[in-house]
T-cell receptor, first 112, second 111 residues
Framework: GAGVSQSPSNKVTEKGKDVELRCDPI?????LYWYRQSLGQGLEFLIY????????KSGLPSDRFSAERTGGSVSTLTIQRTQQEDSAVYLC??????????FGPGTRLTVL | KQEVTQIPAALSVPEGENLVLNCSFT??????LQWFRQDPGKGLTSLLL???SQREQTSGRLNASLDKSSGRSTLYIAASQPGDSATYLC??????????WGAGTKLIIKP
């Protein structure tokens, strides 16, 4: 079956612009996670959706970051007024419940 | 094509024991190697990151080693505790983006 997909695979934007990153989880997976990995650094947790519960936003680095999950499936991570320090690979993962996470290939964001 | 393998798939040990988790990779051209911890219902936690030029990294009771020439890394956990129970994952980025993941080792520490 299809795994987690993310789009775009690469995004180059100018400082100050807004960007939207998309994640399509594995069908039927109730949990969805967003992470980011900056060059040479470890993985950083951003936000976690579980079913219809309120998302855990504890990892979002600033109020410029927001995420939605529509219909319990597709998720969009939005970064407003992008800054150069936002440049990173943004990873999405989904899992059936509180179980093994399956990761997408990531979106590489470059802010010029 | 990079492949990452973790052995064992599962491990159960009594509290207090020292233990070693293994990670092997097929392509030695890596930028770094990372170890993560995965707890059910929670996001991944990054434990240690070893740059390709380094041999080991330590954090508290954890020590990770890297041998690029043999394509191996080990995660050593000293004086294990029940709170260490989790799935431990290693991952390598073959380039500056994306990660190639091992399947993980599920660790259970018995009180």
């Amino acid at each position: 079956g299809a795994g987690v997909s993310q789009s775009p695979s690469n995004k180059v934007t100018e400082k100050g612009k807004d960007v939207e990153l998309r994640c399509d989880p594995i069908s039927g997976h109730t949990a969805l996670y967003w992470y980011r990995q900056s060059l040479g650094q470890g993985l950083e947790f951003l936000i976690y959706f579980q079913g219809n519960s309120a998302p855990d936003k504890s990892g979002l680095p600033s109020d410029r970051f927001s995420a939605e999950r529509t219909g319990g499936s597709v998720s969009t991570l939005t970064i407003q007024r992008t800054q150069q320090e936002d440049s990173a690979v943004y990873l999405c993962a989904s899992s059936p419940w509180a179980d093994t996470q399956y990761f997408g290939p990531g979106t590489r964001l470059t802010v010029l | 094509k990079q492949e990452v393998t973790q052995i064992p798939a599962a491990l159960s040990v009594p509290e207090g024991e020292n233990l070693v988790l293994n990670c092997s990779f097929t392509d030695s051209a890596i930028y770094n190697l990372q170890w993560f911890r995965q707890d059910p219902g929670k996001g991944l936690t990054s434990l240690l990151l070893i740059q390709s030029s380094q041999r080991e990294q330590t954090s508290g009771r954890l020590n990770a080693s890297l041998d690029k020439s043999s394509g191996r890394s080990t995660l050593y956990i000293a004086a294990s505790q029940p709170g260490d129970s989790a799935t431990y994952l290693c991952a390598v980025p073959p380039g500056i983006d994306q990660l190639i993941w091992g399947a993980g080792t599920k660790l259970i520490i018995k009180p």
